[in-house]
């Protein structure tokens, strides 16, 4: 495996590179990361892996320091894969000045995560365009479990033009249902098994929405329970899968969204959904 830390030796090392899949990520790669490059495989002939710690898509400081690093284990686990090139910049090689983006984002980028996190997602949006920038891909994948991040970047490479095939992946869990994440190395044993009853809490809160035909009942349902085994409810809410946006009664395929922090850790979780059309 090729590793690049500039963006100056890129252009060099896709020369005669063909069929290009790019997988961003922050590193600390699990079962959900290999996932991603299992099924860009089916698809590209290169396989770039970039992992960057992108500081301006964080909150708090304190957030983007407890971020876990593991870069040796990455890379042991990035040639075993046979990933083709590690992109792994220095913050000073992508953000030499203060960056900004040309590119206005949506309204549901403040909302949901957004709206406890603003700017996030204007930092997750210019390190995708300058990672898209960069590389050209052919074929790019992110996981469903940011599924509202998956949701801009696919409305960002529609808007902007991108001649790139955008790919999704099923979110991958532990054995208790817990949705991998890189945060969930920062639980303690005991509240990893609590940490489950966020997807366990969704699944109730749909079979609710089933029973009641109620959006808002389901999903107050789902935040009371939540709030009951002690976790700090920021959102719980129902929207259509496609583009996020409230549902309406016509609406049949739609998506369960929550996050809540358990001992100052924040998770997110989501389940898609069908009905009837009876909601
Ligand atoms: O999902 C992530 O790991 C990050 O938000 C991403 C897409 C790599 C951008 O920094």
Redesign the pocket.
Known sequence: MIILNNQSDVKSNLVNKKNLALI???GNLHAGHISLIEKAKNYAGTIIV?I???PI?FNSQNDLKNYPRTLTKDIEILNKLGVDILFNPSEKDIYPSKPKLSYTLPPLAKQLCGASRPGHFE??IM??DKLFGLFKPDHVF??KK?YQ?LIL?KQFISDKNYQICFHSVETVREQNSLALS?RNSLLKSKAKVIASTLFETLKDAIVELKKFHDINLAELFAVKKLTSLGWAVDYVEIRRQADLLKPSTSDENLVILGAANYENVRLIDNIEFCTDGTI
Do not use: A, K
């Open positions: 961003p990520t922050m970039s960057f710690v992108n898509q930092g997750v390190i995708i992110f996981g940011d991040q970047i890189s």
